[in-house]
C-alpha cells in the first residue's frame, strides 16, 4: 500500500492533509531519510516526525472504562474515544468497541479493527465468560443462584430465557455474577427481576484476561499471550 493510503488509513489526516506532511518531510525511514507519498516501505520502517507509526490494523486493546463514559462514536456527553489517542476515532478499518459497557459500568472493555475477531468474542457460539461486580441497594434473597443458574428466567419483554448464569455473593449487597451471553443492560436487568437494583457495576473480567493494575481511564494493546487468556477460559 502506498505510504499516503498507509497514513491516512491510520488517522494521520485526509489524503490532501497527508500528502503536505510528505513535502514537509515529516516523513522518514528509520534511518531518517525521507519517504514520498507513493512509496511503499513496511509499516515498522516508517516514522513521522521521528516517532513510529500508531499501531497497524489488526489492533486489539483493552480500555479500563471509568463510570460516565458511553460506548459511542456520537454522544454529546464522554465517549470511550475520548480516553484514546485522537488519531484512533479516524482509523480506517474503524476501531470498535466489542459488544458496550453501559455508561455507569466501569471495567473492562475490548476495542479492536479485527471483524472476525471482534464476531468470535461477541458470539453466543463461544460462551465467552464476561465477570461483573455488582453492588446492590437491597441484600440478596438467598435464591438468586439457583435461579440465575436455572437456565429458565426469562426478562421482561424477551422471548428466550436467559442462558445459566453463576452468581458468588461476596456480601449481603454484592455479588459477583459471570454470564456468557451479553443481552442488552443484562446484569441490571437480572437483578431487576429479584426485585432489587444495581447501584454500581463493575467488570474486572473477560474470559481469563483481567485488568490487572490498569487504571480507570488506561488503555494498553494486547498481545497474543493476553489473547490467549481471553479464550482460554473453559
Ligand atoms: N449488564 C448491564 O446491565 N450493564 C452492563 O454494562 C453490562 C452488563
Not at 463514559?69 to 482509523?91: E, Q
Not at 439457583?146 to 428466567?153: D, E, H, V
Request: hydrophobic share 40%.
Amino acid at each position: 500500500m502506498k505510504l499516503v493510503k498507509l497514513l491516512a488509513n491510520l488517522g494521520y489526516g485526509s489524503r490532501k492533509e497527508v500528502a503536505r506532511m510528505f513535502r514537509e518531510g515529516r516523513v522518514t525511514d528509520a534511518a531518517g531519510e525521507v519517504l514520498y507519498a507513493d512509496d511503499q516501505v513496511a509499516h515498522a520502517d516508517v516514522r513521522v516526525d521521528g516517532e513510529p507509526l500508531d499501531p497497524a490494523p489488526g489492533l486489539v486493546l483493552m480500555l479500563h472504562k471509568p463510570v460516565g463514559y458511553t460506548c459511542s462514536t456520537r454522544d454529546p456527553g464522554r465517549i470511550v474515544y475520548d480516553l484514546l489517542p485522537p488519531r484512533f476515532r479516524l482509523r480506517k478499518p474503524l476501531l470498535s468497541t466489542v459488544g458496550r459497557l453501559d455508561r455507569d459500568t466501569s471495567g473492562l472493555l475490548l476495542m479492536t479493527d479485527d471483524g472476525a475477531l471482534l464476531h468470535r468474542i461477541v458470539s453466543p457460539k463461544t460462551k465467552l465468560p464476561k465477570t461483573y461486580e455488582a453492588t446492590l441497594a437491597e441484600d440478596l434473597r438467598g435464591d438468586e443462584a439457583a435461579l440465575f443458574a436455572s437456565g429458565t428466567l426469562m426478562l421482561e419483554s424477551e422471548d428466550t430465557p436467559l442462558a445459566p448464569a453463576r452468581l458468588e455473593p461476596l456480601g449481603p449487597r454484592r455479588a459477583r455474577l459471570v454470564l456468557t451471553e451479553g443481552r442488552y443492560h443484562q446484569v441490571r436487568r437480572m437483578f431487576a427481576a429479584t426485585g432489587n437494583h444495581v447501584t454500581a457495576l463493575h467488570r474486572p473480567q473477560v474470559g481469563n484476561l483481567t485488568l490487572g493494575d490498569l487504571p480507570p481511564g488506561d488503555w494498553r494493546l494486547l498481545d497474543d499471550h493476553d489473547l490467549a487468556a481471553l479464550f482460554n477460559s473453559n
